[in-house]
């Protein structure tokens, strides 16, 4: 059966910052929500230019107004020498004739801040405030300083202005009004030489109107926003969503059909994430249908050759009963020993076989010494040694071999090659195993004095249930199992093993040799 092995899962390393998303679904959702975003701030940036344009726009044209009436009132409305004094007359007059209480409003103070003149005032408007609630019959009269009312908000900041503009600086920018509401005003101090006789204060109240322009203007950027927006939310939907989904129903068909792969290629050809999973899904369904065949074969396998031995059984037990003859009746009940003796070497077999995935991938590779690991496997079959079995030579021990994989199964590998070279074996014949090195491999030499492996088998001994074997052999001694589970070991532990025979000079084979090369442990 094929061998997906794990490796150990490394401890989880600190993120670090590295820049932008490699992935390109991460840059296009970056790349479509920053547009959204770049859509609002380049819209507030140019609607915040355009407000100020306008703003400054008004405020020119209120400066040159305010600075006209400014030089006739200093010139016309000026008194006394050589302390000068505000005509108060003189300059409502003034104010009367150049101001423009259509447009906006022109107020005159006097040097102590107190109004002298209103446009409002020539245009007849009148100021209206909402009255205090009226007073229960009865209840007592407020104090005057309770009843004196308070100055609003507008009233204050216009104050604070005509106080900077009387200090001898003009007082230019955006300020609250009565009621509710914002103004563009100017205040001019008026001079006469270095004295400050007044202030002129010009405003327009056209700023909610310029608001009103500038929500206007962002109307079109909120718009391409939303449609941006849209738009992405579409593009992430066809891209991502719908492929999604399409990978579950398939993956639903997948387990409702019991198909055993799944097919997606116009998700496969693409160059993203998707793609990337799309082939992965059908990589995983094609080494999941692999196994699936592996398993069926492999219980075909099993079936058949338990079917052997069991037929095998069934008929020396029923000839049991009818012979008589003595020494025919000891030659059955040998042949259901050996029945026997094999029945219990195929399971065991079959089980270890079984297990093996899941018992390669449980156990993460390590570093071990694999001459201390042959010396102990040498020790083992020289303390358990009978009489007339072959013996078990090793060389090539000195020093450390560290190689990096799985200790036990690789010692399941080496006694499986050295119980497969002993069996073939003459009796009170030696199996040798010999370690070296090869760059960054350790090769591990399993010779046997046996009849050695026909040429064209060097390939099939590797496949499970191969048990060709030579006349006199135990029977039932192996189960063909060994060195199919051997060269799965060494595969998913990144080695190789081979098989190949010796000879003599003259070409004639004087036994069999196995391969083992294992991955030396890396800086070894």
Do not use: C
């Not at 929500?33 to 100020?52: H, K, Q, T, Y």
């Not at 006097?110 to 009226?134: C, M, N, Y």
């Not at 009963?321 to 009746?329: F, G, L, M, Q, Y």
């Not at 030499?445 to 060709?468: A, C, H, K, M, Q």
């Amino acid at each position: 059966m094929a061998s997906d092995t794990g490796t150990a899962s490394p401890e989880p390393a600190r993120r670090r910052w590295r820049g932008p998303p490699s992935s390109r679904l991460g840059r296009l959702i970056l790349a479509l929500n920053l547009l959204g975003l770049a859509v609002l701030i380049v819209g507030s940036l140019v609607l915040n230019e355009l407000r100020r344009g306008l703003v400054e726009a008004r405020i020119d044209s209120l400066t040159t107004q305010g600075e006209l009436i400014v030089t006739l009132i200093d010139q016309a409305a000026t008194v006394g020498e050589p302390v000068p004094a505000l005509d108060a007359a003189r300059a409502s007059e003034i104010l009367r004739l150049l101001a423009n209480p259509g447009v906006q409003r022109a107020r005159l103070f006097d040097a102590q801040g107190q109004l002298v003149a209103d446009s409002d005032w020539i245009a007849d408007r009148v100021e209206q405030k909402p009255l205090p609630p009226a007073r229960p019959r009865g209840s007592p009269a407020a104090a005057p300083e309770a009843a004196r009312p308070r100055p609003s908000p507008g009233r204050e900041a216009l104050e604070a202005e005509v106080r900077r503009a009387l200090e001898g600086q003009r007082v230019s920018g955006v300020r609250r009004a009565d009621p509710d509401g914002r103004v563009v005003s100017v205040s001019f101090p008026i001079r006469h030489v270095q004295a400050v006789l007044g202030v002129l204060t010009v405003e327009a109240g056209d700023v909610d109107s310029i608001i009103s322009r500038q929500r206007a203007a962002l109307a079109p950027f909120i718009l391409l926003s939303i449609g941006v927006t849209l738009l992405s939310s579409a593009l992430l939907t066809t891209l991502v969503a719908l492929p999604v989904r399409r990978l579950a129903r398939a993956a639903d068909r997948v387990r409702l059909s019991r198909v055993r792969s799944i097919s997606l290629p116009d998700l496969s050809r693409r160059r993203d994430e998707l793609g990337d999973l799309t082939r992965a899904l059908e990589a995983m369904t094609d080494a999941q249908s692999e196994r699936m065949g592996a398993i069926e074969r492999f219980a075909a396998d099993v079936a058949h050759e338990i079917r052997n031995p069991l037929t095998s059984l069934r008929s020396a037990v029923e000839t049991l009963d009818i012979v008589s003859d003595p020494e025919a009746r000891a030659r059955l009940n040998r042949v259901i020993r050996q029945d026997i003796q094999r029945m219990d070497r195929l399971v065991t077999d079959i089980s270890n076989a079984s297990r093996l995935d899941a018992e390669l991938s449980r156990e993460p590779p390590r570093p071990f010494d694999l001459g201390r690991l042959l010396e102990e496997i040498v020790q083992a079959y020289a303390a358990a040694r009978r009489e007339g079995e072959s013996g078990v030579l090793l060389s090539g021990t000195e020093g450390e071999t560290p190689v990096l994989g799985r200790e036990g199964p690789a010692g399941q590998v080496f006694r499986n090659l050295v119980d497969n070279a002993r069996s073939f074996s003459p009796p009170g014949g030696t199996v040798r195993l010999s370690l070296s090195r090869e760059g960054g491999w350790a090769v591990v030499f399993v010779d046997d004095d046996g009849p050695g492996i026909p040429p064209e088998n060097l390939e099939t001994v590797f496949e499970r249930f191969y048990t060709s074997r030579p006349a006199g052999t135990a029977f039932g001694g192996n189960s063909g199992l060994g060195l199919s589970i051997a060269r799965q070991i060494v595969a998913a532990q990144g080695g190789t093993l081979t098989a190949e025979n010796r000879t003599d000079p003259a070409g004639e084979r004087i036994g069999a040799r196995f391969v083992v090369r294992l991955p030396l442990r890396p800086g070894a």
